[in-house]
Every structure is written in structure tokens, then in C-alpha cells.
């Protein structure tokens, strides 16, 4: 079994050119529903600033969508764009 690229990285450590990317990306595809500063009060999204530091959870949920709530993004996104995105989140992670 082969373990996605976005999921093999170590946690946390994207670099800024890398979390820039992730910034765009979040704001073009993510930020509607998980709110600009990823957070989006009134709405059933999580407060992307408090997910947990779990890379392998994170590529999995955007590839397969949540609980019928969030769409799968695994056909939209590629490997490099959900690791982009986890770099940006996990920047702005706040435990």
C-alpha cells in the first residue's frame, strides 16, 4: 500500500512558499464554507484552527468529504494542492 504524497510529509513543516500556496487555494476552494480565517460561525464546518495535528485525517477528509456534510474534494484537488492547504492550516493551527 502507498501512502499519498500530501500525507507523507512531516506534520507541520511547510514552508512559506508552500503555505502561500495553501493560503490561495483555501481561499479559492475552502473559505466559502470554512469562513476566510477558517472559522465560520453559524454554519456546521469546524473551526479549521483547531483541527487536530493528524495529516493522514485531514488528506482524508477532503478526499472523501465528511459525514455527508462536506463534498469530497479527491477528484477537484490534486495530491500537491491538499498538501499546499494542510501547510496553510497547519500555520495557523492554534491548540
Not at 480565517?37 to 454554519?43: F, R
Not at 488528506?59 to 499546499?84: C, F, H, Y
Request: aromatic fraction near 6%; glycine fraction near 10%.
Amino acid at each position: 500500500m502507498t501512502i499519498p504524497v500530501a500525507a507523507q510529509q512531516p506534520n507541520g513543516g511547510g514552508d512559506p512558499p508552500q503555505i502561500d500556496l495553501g493560503k490561495r487555494t483555501y481561499a479559492q476552494k475552502c473559505s466559502h464554507c470554512h469562513g476566510p480565517n477558517m472559522v465560520n460561525a453559524g454554519t456546521v464546518t469546524p473551526d479549521l484552527r483547531a483541527f487536530p495535528d493528524d495529516r493522514t485525517r485531514f488528506v482524508t477528509t477532503v478526499k472523501q468529504g465528511k459525514n455527508g456534510r462536506m463534498p469530497p474534494w479527491g477528484d477537484l484537488l490534486s495530491e500537491e494542492q491538499i498538501a499546499e492547504i494542510w501547510a496553510y492550516v497547519s500555520s495557523r493551527r492554534n491548540p
